[in-house]
T-cell receptor, first 110, second 116 residues
């Protein structure tokens, strides 16, 4: 059964810092990997989707990489801002569903 | 992008009653819909997968007689929590996909259920 792990569970950084969030998964037979943002009490906002044949995706200050063979993905956030404070979830699509990690709670301090 | 809408956004019900949550794909035909539950400060846990016109496939540990899922059309799936108890209070999120695995999955905004 696919298991998704995210490290760290929580992260607090000062504004302006670059940071990396990590995601690992146990079964490399995935269709894609997706990073989401979730604000407290809200639903999911899709940030980046990486297909299994791709190595990375970029959107603005966000860059996500995928190493399917090693079962790892990273989300890089450049020049962090207080508005980036949220929980970041990674999820992999396998067979007929999507499996989520527990998330990283990010706090960016002004 | 594609839109998946959930209704209601939040609901309060009395213990022992049933409550229904709807999930609609507004601009595409969703052959598969997924239901997740999220407890505070925890991740999303898949409850069940439903294909249009078929019975839902439930994850281990999810009571199918308690969480009734109906996917009667290509644009609507419903989750009914029967005989709700306070421990069923949670954030329920649906997602939908057109076509088979590998196609983009779109998420609803979620529904907060509080059982008092």
């Amino acid at each position: 059964k696919q298991e998704v792990t995210q490290i760290p569970a929580a992260l607090s950084v000062p504004e302006g810092e670059n940071l990396v969030l990590n995601c690992s998964f146990t079964d490399s037979a995935i269709y894609n990997l997706q990073w989401f943002r979730q604000d407290p009490g809200k639903g999911l906002t899709s940030l980046l989707l990486i297909q299994s044949s791709q190595r990375e995706q970029t959107s603005g200050r966000l860059n996500a990489s995928l190493d399917k063979s090693s079962g790892r993905s990273t989300l890089y956030i450049a020049a962090s801002q207080p508005g980036d404070s949220a929980t970041y979830l990674c999820a992999v699509e396998v067979d007929n569903d999507m499996r989520f990690g527990a998330g990283t709670r990010l706090t960016v301090k002004p | 992008g594609a839109v998946v809408s959930q209704h209601p956004s939040w609901v309060i019900c009395k213990s022992g009653t049933s409550v229904k949550i709807e999930c609609r794909s507004l601009d595409f035909q969703a052959t598969t819909m997924f239901w997740y539950r999220q407890f505070p400060k925890q991740s999303l846990m898949l409850m069940a997968t439903s294909n249009e016109g078929s019975k839902a496939t439930y994850e281990q540990g999810v009571e199918k007689d308690k969480f009734l899922i109906n996917h009667a059309s290509l644009t609507l799936s419903t989750l009914t929590v029967t005989s709700a108890h306070p421990e069923d209070s949670s954030f329920y999120i649906c997602s939908a996909r057109a076509g088979g695995p590998g196609n983009t999955i779109y998420f609803g905004e979620g529904s907060w259920l509080t059982v008092v």
